[in-house]
């Protein structure tokens, strides 16, 4: 089974970027749809982008469109969110995920069976 390590997190000021990675073990990788989702303090834990398995198509949380991209790499067995234009309502711990839906439900939670630990992303004003 895939397990899932996030990195790439930390403090950094409105309007700057970042690129969050996913590393996956294991063998399986190219086999699942993978996500980001994000959970701010006090909220649930929301869908920002999902890529499918050959990584040809995505799929976006309206609210980060423009500003976030989401790529694979099969090869490496990495998964990345390049982030940009970041706004402190941003500020998250931001999880990767790996499921074996594409389509709607690509954008669903329980789409998801493994997840990563997460990665803290503060965006300061």
């Known amino acids: 089974q895939v397990q899932l390590v996030e990195s790439g997190g930390g403090l950094v000021q409105a309007g700057g970027s970042l690129r969050l990675s996913c590393a996956a073990s294991?063998?399986?990788?190219?086999?699942?749809?993978m996500g980001w989702f994000r959970q701010a303090p006090g909220k649930e834990r929301e869908f920002v982008a999902a890529i499918n398995r050959g990584g040809y198509n995505t799929y976006y949380e309206d609210s980060v469109k423009g500003r976030f991209t989401i790529s694979r790499d099969n090869a490496k067995n990495t998964v990345y969110l390049q982030v940009i234009g970041l706004k402190p309502e941003d500020t998250a711990i931001y999880y990767c995920a790996a499921g074996l839906d594409w389509g709607p439900m690509a954008g669903v939670e329980l789409s998801y069976d493994i997840w990563g630990q997460g990665t803290q992303v503060t965006v300061s004003s």
């Open positions: 294991g063998r399986t990788f190219s086999s699942y749809t």
